[in-house]
């Protein structure tokens, strides 16, 4: 894609963004489980935790783990995207559905008519792997770079 989407961004930035390439709601709500693993940075989100971000609708007692955590004097101190961050499944979905996503971008995916992926997705981890792996497979076409062109990230 042209670049990693920004976490800041609404559900209608997000689905702009995967349809100009392509891909479905389905896709990116499937992509999106991607944030399954892996852990942040706290300067990807600190300004939703400190200067609130409109539209926000993050769980206050999170919210302030989150604060204990990433206070503003730390903000490359590294968090967990999901409450399993080593373990590929679809705990992701179930913390959407419960307001604790690390990211603005992803909880904006309760904010539209993506929110019923994320409780197929929440119920049905096998249809997740299923719907990840075909939106994969659809990325995975869109501008292929052969050859010495590429760019392979240790750092997202």
Known sequence: MEAIPSPNLTATQLIERFQRRGLSKRDLVALSGGHSIGQAQCSAFSARLFNGTPGDSIDRAFKSRLEKNCPPTAPDRLTNLDPSPTTFDNLYFRALLANQSLLFSDQQLLQSDLVGFVKEF????????????????????????????GEIRSSC
């Open 122 to 149: 929440a119920a049905n981890q096998q249809t997740f792997f299923t719907a990840f792996a075909a939106g994969m497979i659809k990325m995975g076409k869109l501008s292929p770079i052969t050859g010495g062109h």
